[in-house]
């Protein structure tokens, strides 16, 4: 069983930066792809980026392309997302989860509880 603990979120103004992280606290993220989601208040939760089991591929959403980058570390058993010029519609409740590559969030096999990002104006 893994365990997924997310971190990192916090209150930046827009232009500003972030990298969230997370860990598996518990388990091994071994053979599994790992997606960051998120779901601003009111609306559903949306896919932001994917990366395969080895680092070799990545995929965004269109909304974040340029502007993100996911990436992990293995031996840290830890995935991190770098938010660079946050927008005020960045603001959400991230997730990351562990699965296969590109699927949805209900198909994850491991999600964690979310970290709040707030993008002020």
């Known amino acids: 069983q893994v365990q997924l603990v997310e971190s990192g979120g916090g209150l930046v103004q827009a232009g500003g930066s972030l990298r969230l992280s997370c860990a598996a606290s518990?388990?091994?993220?071994?053979?599994?792809?790992m997606s960051w989601f998120r779901q601003a208040s009111g609306k559903e939760r949306e896919f932001v980026a994917a990366?395969?089991?080895?680092?070799?591929?990545?995929y965004y959403a269109d909304s974040v392309k340029g502007r993100f980058t996911i990436s992990r570390d293995n031996a840290k058993r830890t995935v991190y997302l770098q938010m660079n010029s946050l927008k005020p519609e960045d603001t959400a409740v991230y997730y990351c989860?562990?699965?296969?590559?590109?699927?949805?969030?209900?198909?994850?096999?491991?999600r964690g509880q979310g970290t709040q990002v707030t993008v002020s104006s």
């Open positions: 989860a562990a699965g296969s590559y590109r699927s949805s969030w209900t198909s994850q096999n491991y």
């Open positions: 518990r388990g091994t993220l071994s053979g599994y792809a």
């Open positions: 990366i395969s089991w080895s680092g070799g591929s990545t």
